[in-house]
């Protein structure tokens, strides 16, 4: 049996007219049929980890009014019981709504191919976070045994495009979280990427989601830029605490002092204007005058 090329679409699943691909040709020569949600159970390969409560409520107001345009697809399991195939989101809106059937097609789709299906299914369809994608690519190279080439090819996508997405799982698991809620997206996330220190791409991740930055800015602030002339790289707003300590530390030395805390660890940065400035701090902090030869901070 020849391999099916289906990263050139679903049309050869779901379409009712004549395939182009005999294996997925309707089990029993059964064309669309109403099945019982009861009997139908979920894709255990499905890449969605979360839906969008307000896209599944329209998709069941639009299903309420006008019914399901679009059969599922399923495969069957031999025990009266099928397995959904694609069409996971028609199945949970018809539930919402309240039906007790829903149109569906039968074909004979094997073990291996029910990720790649609906994986397939949910990227042509842009159902899925960039998270969602990262993950779901990378069980589809695991389970299938592929190259990121093989897998770009079955999804319709350039390898480096692959590539992008598997490297979104290197992110601590924050950042990662920010990227599945929306609030730093796959551009921020790769920009993101280009620092090696994970508390440092914690950091950066905070800006984008508190301060709204673009995609330009995260990337210049990740390559040590600055965002305009002038402007100094961005940092979240420090804890109260550790602003309360700043400014105590502030007022004991008459200049700007600046605390960064990571986990148990951390640094002062103490500020100074000039070499006399310098002298003066140095005198306080130490106890010792400096060099009558100059200041310590021209030596």
């Known amino acids: ?47 969605r980890e979360r839906m969008d409560p307000e896209a599944l409520r329209g998709l069941a107001d639009s299903i309420r009014s006008a019914g399901v345009l679009q059969p599922v697809v399923v495969r069957e399991r031999g025990d009266g019981m099928y397995e959904l195939v694609v069409g996971e989101r028609r199945l949970r809106a018809a539930q919402t709504v309240g039906l007790e059937a829903i149109p569906a097609l039968v074909r004979d789709v094997a073990d291996e191919e029910m990720l790649e299906l609906a994986l397939i299914e949910n990227i042509q369809r842009e159902d899925l976070n960039p ?23 079955k999804l319709g996508l350039e390898r480096p495009t692959i590539a992008n997405f598997l490297r979104l799982l290197d992110l601590p698991g924050e950042v990662q979280e920010m990227v599945s809620r929306g609030t730093v997206s796959g551009g921020h996330a790769r920009a993101i990427l280009a620092l090696e220190d994970n508390d440092e791409r914690v950091e950066l991740a905070r800006a984008v989601a508190d301060r709204g930055l673009s995609v330009r800015e ?48 951390g640094k002062i940065i103490v500020h100074f ?27």
């Open 273 to 299: 204007e000039s070499p006399d400035d310098f002298d003066r701090l140095f005198e306080i902090m130490t106890g010792f005058e400096t060099s009558p030869g100059g200041s310590a901070a021209e030596q």
């Open 131 to 153: 998270m969602e994608k990262a993950r779901a690519i990378r069980r589809m190279i695991e389970k299938l045994s592929l190259t990121q080439e093989q897998a770009g090819q």
């Open 1 to 47: 049996m020849g391999k099916r090329r289906l990263g050139r679409g679903l049309d050869a699943l779901i379409s009712t007219e004549a395939q182009p691909y005999p294996e997925l040709e309707p089990t029993g020569g059964a064309g669309v049929m109403e099945i019982e949600l009861a009997r139908i159970e979920l894709n255990p390969d499905q890449p």
């Open 218 to 265: 995260t990337e210049r602030l990740a390559a040590g830029g600055t965002l305009s002339a002038g402007k100094k790289r961005i940092r979240p707003e420090p804890a109260p605490q550790i602003k309360r300590l700043e400014g105590l530390l502030r007022e004991a030395l008459g200049t700007k002092v600046e605390l960064r805390q990571r986990g148990r660890r």
